[in-house]
């Protein structure tokens, strides 16, 4: 039984690819963990996003998450973690995908590396009921320079990561979304 989403089915090939690219994040994740806030997730959500959307992006976002705090650590961090990429994803379908054929390459790294300082900023601010809010700039502020090793792992990870990861799943779109 296939689930529709669009005009796509949610085929075995297509559960496959997301599964495999939430492995990806899962063993990046692993992999950079001696790093603090450098790892490559949020590109390969921004490349994923932009090659085949927002819905696929925001699966392999949640499962990868999940998956990995199962081996990095479980907590109340995990549902930040979650929305913050989220937000990330859809803020990326919406604004960036329409124009990215026009964006040049220096530009998306830069976005890759804001999009470091607002992961931050989103962790921030879903934690701060729990901090207490008026506590709020404190808590950010003290992250920053993490935020600030995520960003500058964000525009490295782009830079290596795009010009590998674009073809390979553009070439998954046309093998296994729609000739199936």
């Known amino acids: 039984m296939a689930f529709k989403h669009s005009s796509r089915k949610m085929s075995i090939k297509r559960v496959t690819l997301l599964a495999m690219l939430t492995a990806l994040c899962y063993v990046s994740r692993s992999a950079f963990q001696f790093l603090p806030n450098v790892q490559p997730v949020t ?39 979650i929305v913050s990429f989220a937000l990330i994803v859809v803020a990326t379908g919406l604004f960036i995908k329409p124009i990215y ?8 790294i830069l976005y890759s590396v804001i999009t470091g300082y607002a992961y931050g900023f989103f962790i921030s601010a879903i934690q701060a009921p729990f901090f207490g809010i008026q506590n709020f700039w404190v808590y950010y502020f003290s992250g920053l320079s993490f935020d600030t090793l995520h960003a500058f792992g964000n525009g490295v990870f782009y830079l290596i990561l795009a010009p590998i990861l674009f073809p390979l799943l553009t070439k998954s779109i046309d093998t296994y979304y729609f000739h199936e």
């Open 43 to 81: 590109v390969i959500l921004i490349i994923l996003t932009l090659t085949l959307g927002i819905t696929d992006a925001l699966i392999v976002a949640t499962l990868s998450i999940f998956v990995s705090n199962l081996n990095l650590g479980m907590g109340i961090w995990t549902i930040a973690q």
């Open 101 to 108: 054929k026009k964006i040049p390459f220096f530009i998306m």
